[in-house]
């Protein structure tokens, strides 16, 4: 009887795709469709997150789940980090975990290329001249990590220039006297309270409805409160749409109690 030796079972090296974008508004596609052109079976990890720190949900998620011998892929080193010390620190640890990083927009950081100028060093030749050999491997390796914190440092700065010019622009628009945000005392109206108003507007009994004020609030399902300061703010803009003085006291009276 033969003896059959199984071999151990190599895990399966995972390949992913970490896109981010700032806000849900802006477009992930163009990071999904540069990484699959590259590594088609890469497990996509989609995440919209603003800010600088590299502590974002779907990213630590991922973090969790790396093996050595994984590959994470990024369009570009920004959307890794955007600080350019917890990049490097991030960089490093990942490196010595065992994982494979590509950056499809810097290819001269990606570990691979790392690693090859690490290992690359001049042997040693066991004479006097070893000194000078030393200082010269000691100055590729330091080479190779300026190398990526530079990387790092040009996308924090990326951000950095973008604030600035933001604030500058700002800055600009005001002094030439343009109206900058909202103005002071006008809310931010979304839809659901639009429709709100506009049934109250049409259906309650101040403006010429059927329904008074407790039905009004069921129908819509506002609290007390909300109820009544949509019917302020109803009151104010028919005062408005008439062009009549503020202390006119059309469609009003005052709430009741329930």
Same mark, same amino acid.
């Given at each position: 009887?033969?003896?059959?030796?199984f071999?151990?079972?190599?895990?399966?090296?995972?390949?992913?795709?970490?896109c981010?974008?700032?806000?849900?508004?802006?477009?992930?596609?163009?990071?999904i469709?540069?990484?699959?052109?590259?590594?088609p079976?890469?497990?996509?990890?989609?995440?919209?997150y603003?800010g600088?720190?590299?502590?974002?949900?779907?990213?630590?998620?991922?973090?969790?789940?790396?093996?050595? *011998?994984?590959?994470?892929?990024?369009?570009?080193?920004?959307?890794?980090?955007?600080?350019?010390?917890?990049?490097f620190?991030?960089?490093?640890?990942?490196?010595?975990?065992?994982?494979?990083?590509?950056?499809?927009?810097?290819?001269?950081?990606?570990?691979?290329?790392?690693?090859?100028?690490?290992?690359?060093?001049?042997?040693?030749?066991?004479?006097?001249?070893?000194?000078?050999?030393?200082?010269?491997?000691?100055?590729?390796?330091?080479?190779?990590?300026?190398?990526?914190?530079?990387?790092?440092?040009?996308?924090?700065?990326?951000?950095?220039?973008l604030?600035?010019?933001?604030?500058?622009?700002?800055?600009?628009?005001?002094?030439?006297?343009?109206?900058?945000?909202?103005?002071?005392?006008?809310?931010?109206?979304?839809?659901?309270?639009?429709?709100?108003?506009?049934?109250?507007?049409?259906?309650?009994?101040?403006?010429?409805?059927?329904l008074?004020?407790?039905?009004?609030?069921?129908?819509?399902?506002?609290?007390?409160?909300?109820?009544?300061?949509?019917?302020?703010?109803?009151?104010?803009?028919?005062?408005a749409?008439?062009?009549?003085?503020? *202390?006119?006291?059309?469609?009003?009276?005052?709430?009741?109690?329930?």
């Amino acid at each position: 009887m033969s003896l059959v030796i199984f071999e151990p079972e190599r895990r399966r090296m995972n390949i992913y795709g970490y896109c981010r974008i700032s806000t849900a508004k802006q477009s992930i596609d163009r990071q999904i469709r540069n990484i699959k052109a590259e590594y088609p079976t890469a497990h996509i990890v989609q995440e919209a997150y603003t800010g600088t720190s590299i502590f974002r949900p779907e990213w630590l998620k991922l973090y969790r789940v790396l093996k050595a *011998g994984d590959t994470v892929v990024f369009d570009s080193v920004s959307r890794m980090s955007r600080n350019a010390e917890e990049g490097f620190a991030l960089y490093e640890g990942l490196y010595h975990k065992g994982i494979q990083l590509v950056f499809l927009k810097e290819h001269h950081i990606d570990t691979e290329t790392y690693k090859k100028a690490l290992s690359g060093s001049i042997a040693m030749t066991g004479t006097n001249v070893d000194f000078i050999l030393k200082g010269i491997n000691e100055y590729l390796m330091a080479l190779a990590k300026e190398q990526i914190k530079l990387a790092f440092e040009q996308s924090e700065k990326e951000v950095a220039d973008l604030h600035q010019r933001t604030r500058e622009g700002l800055l600009t628009a005001r002094l030439n006297g343009k109206q900058v945000g909202r103005k002071k005392g006008v809310g931010f109206e979304t839809k659901k309270s639009r429709e709100a108003k506009q049934i109250i507007r049409t259906h309650c009994k101040t403006f010429g409805g059927t329904l008074d004020d407790a039905e009004c609030m069921k129908l819509t399902g506002l609290a007390r409160n909300t109820y009544y300061k949509y019917k302020r703010q109803i009151r104010a803009e028919l005062i408005a749409e008439q062009d009549l003085p503020k *202390g006119a006291s059309i469609f009003y009276e005052p709430p009741k109690s329930f």
